[in-house]
């Protein structure tokens, strides 16, 4: 029972253009959202994050939109640099009103940014 | 300024073996999570301490998983009589105390149970 589900395995991206990636999840009790990067041989970083009660979130060069109705979310980058190459996962948590922030991942897009 | 830090980084055994994984969490992170990740999915959350709170162990998929916690320190995940199955990356995460905080993930121990 997938709860956060990332139907893109895969983005290859130009350098300089915008890179989106998506997530769907299923349990309308999730009321907070996580991206994090994953490089080789390393564990995950926290990227950005955003709360149900908004729909958007930015920091630099990362936007994060939240579409409760859908149940989707997705994450901007602009520009894709070459160093934006890494695994990104999705995360949710909040579900059944449990407060200690487990966290709910995606399988994980990996991006590809050429030069 | 020290990370999340695991140990060993790779552990290759024997189905049937016991192994012990180690977690030393970031110095006042009173939250400590142990999460799996097989081959080409995504993150499995298994465990969470809490400060002296119980922990939820909702996560462990079997009997032959458990965890430790000695106060807000280290943490160790056993796996008795390993499967094959087992085989995965086990990445730990701690956090300051409290739901929404940011959780920081050590580089994970690589187990391939033969």
């Known amino acids: 029972?997938?709860?956060?589900?990332?139907?893109?395995?895969?983005?290859?991206v130009q350098e300089g253009r915008i890179s989106i990636l998506n997530c769907d999840y299923t349990n309308s009790m999730f009321d907070y959202f996580l991206w994090?990067?994953?490089?080789?041989?390393?564990?995950?970083?926290?990227?950005i994050s955003i709360s149900s009660i908004k729909d958007k979130n930015e920091d630099g060069r990362f936007t994060v939109f939240l579409n409760k109705s859908a149940k989707h979310l997705s994450l901007h980058i602009v520009p894709s640099q070459p160093g934006d190459s890494a695994v990104y996962f999705c995360a949710a948590s909040?579900?059944?009103?449990?407060s200690y922030g487990k966290l709910t991942f995606g399988q994980g897009t990996i991006l590809t940014v050429h030069p | 300024g020290a990370g999340v830090s695991q140990s060993p980084s790779?552990?290759?055994?024997?189905?049937g073996k016991d192994v012990e994984l180690r977690c030393d969490p970031i110095s006042g992170h009173t939250a400590l999570?142990?999460?799996?990740?097989?081959?080409?999915q995504g993150l499995e959350f298994?465990?969470?301490?809490?400060g002296?709170?119980?922990?939820?162990k909702s996560g462990l998929p079997s009997d032959r998983f458990s965890a430790e916690r000695t106060g807000e320190s280290v943490s160790t995940l056993t796996i008795q009589r390993t499967q094959q199955e087992d085989s995965a990356v086990y990445?730990?995460?701690?956090s300051l105390a409290g739901n929404r905080e940011t959780q920081y993930f050590g580089p994970g121990t690589r187990l391939l149970v033969l």
């Open chain 2, 91 to 94: 990445l730990c995460a701690s």
């Open chain 2, 10 to 15: 790779n552990k290759v055994t024997e189905k």
């Open chain 1, 1 to 12: 029972d997938q709860q956060v589900k990332q139907n893109s395995p895969s983005l290859s």
């Open chain 1, 94 to 98: 909040g579900a059944g009103g449990t």
């Open chain 2, 52 to 56: 002296n709170s119980a922990p939820d």
């Open chain 1, 36 to 47: 994090y990067k994953k490089y080789p041989a390393e564990g995950p970083t926290f990227l």
């Open chain 2, 33 to 40: 999570y142990w999460y799996r990740q097989r081959l080409g």
């Open chain 2, 46 to 50: 298994l465990i969470y301490f809490q």
